[in-house]
């Protein structure tokens, strides 16, 4: 169990690290898409988030006020949205080829 924010999550679960940052599926049930906490490393603190955006059909990146952000931690949020999107478009192949044999 974490403590983040003052939030208690149960159902964390890392997904990436690097050397700063985490990122953590927050794992809510009933979501067709993945809701990610960033997560600063030192202070244990969700700094930012990743989440499906209905409006553009893609994942984005929703960061905390009062946050700075470099190129290599903006580079891996980028690289973890990409990996989102291949996810979910793989899945959304699967579902089809399913119902569309």
Not at 7 to 18: C, L, Q, R, V, Y
Not at 19 to 48: C, P, S
Not at 64 to 81: F, H, K, P, R, S
């Amino acid at each position: 169990m974490k403590y983040v924010n003052s939030i208690i999550f149960i159902n964390m679960k890392i997904i990436k690290e690097t050397a700063y940052l985490d990122f953590a599926d927050l794992e809510a049930k009933g979501r067709k898409t993945k809701h990610i906490a960033v997560i600063n490393k030192h202070h244990q603190e969700i700094i930012g988030e990743i989440k499906w955006f209905g409006k553009w059909r893609q994942y984005c990146f929703y960061p905390y006020d009062e946050t700075v952000w470099n190129i290599g931690c903006l580079e891996a949020i980028q690289e973890t949205i990409k990996d989102l999107a291949l996810e979910r478009f793989a899945e959304k192949d699967r579902k089809e080829a399913v119902t569309n044999p």
